[in-house]
């Protein structure tokens, strides 16, 4: 029972910590196992069998074995596909796709297999490395993981009445509710946020929309605040708690010392 089974898939780091002298922990998100947890042993001593690429946001080939669930995988062996080398040179794009690889760590658990949610990270990571960071690239990434971890927000109709968005300018999000109710509904709940039907449209497009397109959307002012609120309101109410690469983005970008693309 005890014997160690050898698993090979891609994988894309996630999360990387030094540990003891020359070992590292590292969380990958894989396409064949969901999130893996393990040790890379002599990591920080052995290129031959890591050639480096145990850093955040890369993608690569691992063969690691495990004992049983809830074991710490052996992470025995690691080949780049993709090193994402625009990101590390860059600390927008380090900071934000930080904040895509922790919200798939957030909302996973470990050893459950999905592949669009591994799909979506290699593909939004690959957008941020090919030159976008933008509001909508974050939200839209933000709005495809809630639907593939199970929590969609309800945004093409009132949860109460159900008559489809489209009616009226101005809509209440209910963010313990996770869902639009219309004016004639609403009821002053607590944590609600005024949506007006423009941003509505942006995120029901921004579902759908083709990965390759999104750097051609831009956000209004109006959609920009809206959007961010709703969605990221909605996430720290699904944790129950603040998300700690996003409030560092948010801190720098508030600066202003980053370029927006
Ligand atoms: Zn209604």
Same mark, same amino acid.
């Given at each position: 029972m005890n014997t160690r089974v050898v698993h090979k898939t891609s994988a894309i780091v996630i999360h990387s910590l030094d540990y003891g002298e020359s070992d590292r922990i590292v969380t990958f998100y894989s396409s064949d196992f969901g999130k893996i947890k393990g040790i890379a042993k002599g990591a920080r001593r052995s290129k031959k069998r890591f050639s480096n690429a145990l850093e955040p946001s890369s993608y690569c080939n691992i063969i690691f074995s495990k004992k049983g669930r809830g074991t710490l995988a052996l992470i025995e062996g690691c080949d780049v596909i993709d090193h994402h080398a625009n990101i590390r040179e860059d600390l927008h794009k380090m900071l934000l796709s930080s904040y895509l690889t922790e919200l798939i760590d957030k909302f996973t658990l470990e050893g459950k297999k999905n592949i669009d949610l591994f799909k979506l990270l290699l593909n939004f990571l690959g957008l941020i490395d090919a030159g976008a960071c933008s509001e909508a690239l974050i939200r839209f990434f933000e709005i495809r993981l809630l639907r593939l971890a199970g929590y969609e927000p309800v945004l093409d109709r009132c949860m109460t009445c159900k008559k489809p968005v489209g009616e009226e300018v101005i809509y209440h999000f209910i963010i313990s509710d996770g869902g639009l109710r219309c004016n004639e509904c609403?009821? &002053? &709940?607590?944590g609600s946020l005024y949506v007006s039907l423009g941003t509505i449209r942006t995120l029901l497009l921004g579902k759908e929309i083709d990965t390759a397109r999104i750097n051609i959307i831009t956000f209004s002012e109006q959609t920009a605040k809206e959007s961010k609120d709703v969605l990221v309101g909605f996430i720290h109410h699904l944790l129950g708690k603040e998300v700690k690469s996003f409030l560092v983005l948010n801190d720098i970008q508030k600066m202003g010392i980053l370029s927006s693309q």
């Amino acid at each position: 029972m005890n014997t160690r089974v050898v698993h090979k898939t891609s994988a894309i780091v996630i999360h990387s910590l030094d540990y003891g002298e020359s070992d590292r922990i590292v969380t990958f998100y894989s396409s064949d196992f969901g999130k893996i947890k393990g040790i890379a042993k002599g990591a920080r001593r052995s290129k031959k069998r890591f050639s480096n690429a145990l850093e955040p946001s890369s993608y690569c080939n691992i063969i690691f074995s495990k004992k049983g669930r809830g074991t710490l995988a052996l992470i025995e062996g690691c080949d780049v596909i993709d090193h994402h080398a625009n990101i590390r040179e860059d600390l927008h794009k380090m900071l934000l796709s930080s904040y895509l690889t922790e919200l798939i760590d957030k909302f996973t658990l470990e050893g459950k297999k999905n592949i669009d949610l591994f799909k979506l990270l290699l593909n939004f990571l690959g957008l941020i490395d090919a030159g976008a960071c933008s509001e909508a690239l974050i939200r839209f990434f933000e709005i495809r993981l809630l639907r593939l971890a199970g929590y969609e927000p309800v945004l093409d109709r009132c949860m109460t009445c159900k008559k489809p968005v489209g009616e009226e300018v101005i809509y209440h999000f209910i963010i313990s509710d996770g869902g639009l109710r219309c004016n004639e509904c609403h009821r &002053n &709940n607590p944590g609600s946020l005024y949506v007006s039907l423009g941003t509505i449209r942006t995120l029901l497009l921004g579902k759908e929309i083709d990965t390759a397109r999104i750097n051609i959307i831009t956000f209004s002012e109006q959609t920009a605040k809206e959007s961010k609120d709703v969605l990221v309101g909605f996430i720290h109410h699904l944790l129950g708690k603040e998300v700690k690469s996003f409030l560092v983005l948010n801190d720098i970008q508030k600066m202003g010392i980053l370029s927006s693309q």
